[in-house]
């Protein structure tokens, strides 16, 4: 998040992907990029984030969502984070500024 509120998108996805089968899917990747540009565009700079969500779907996968506040409107954040038993990685993304949406993850 703290490359994403410094402006540098593409930066924060290769370091959140490194690593990991997401790194080499790049087409979702630059959309991920896009998306989270254009939101941040819309909803102006990111203030801060709090997690609003951590369930464990098992002790090796977890999914987090997060609430993330800027200047015009929240939107909110989501990861499956897998442990493969030497390190964290985060498997997938997800974001929207629509609560109702958010709220079902």
């Known amino acids: 998040m703290v490359s994403v509120r410094d402006g540098k998108v593409e930066q924060a996805y ?3 992907f490194a690593g990991t089968l997401m790194s080499k899917k790049q087409a979702e990747v630059e959309q991920m990029v896009a998306l989270t540009a254009a939101a941040t565009r819309h909803c102006g700079p990111i203030r ?6 951590a369930e464990e779907f098992t002790p090796a996968v977890y999914n987090v969502v997060y609430l993330i506040r800027s200047e015009g409107c929240p939107f909110f954040f ?7 038993g030497a390190k964290w990685s985060v498997n997938y993304v997800n974001f929207t500024d629509v609560y109702l949406t958010a709220k079902d993850w």
């Open 48 to 53: 801060d984030w709090q997690m609003i969500k």
């Open 14 to 16: 290769a370091d959140l």
């Open 78 to 84: 989501q990861t499956v984070n897998y442990d493969n």
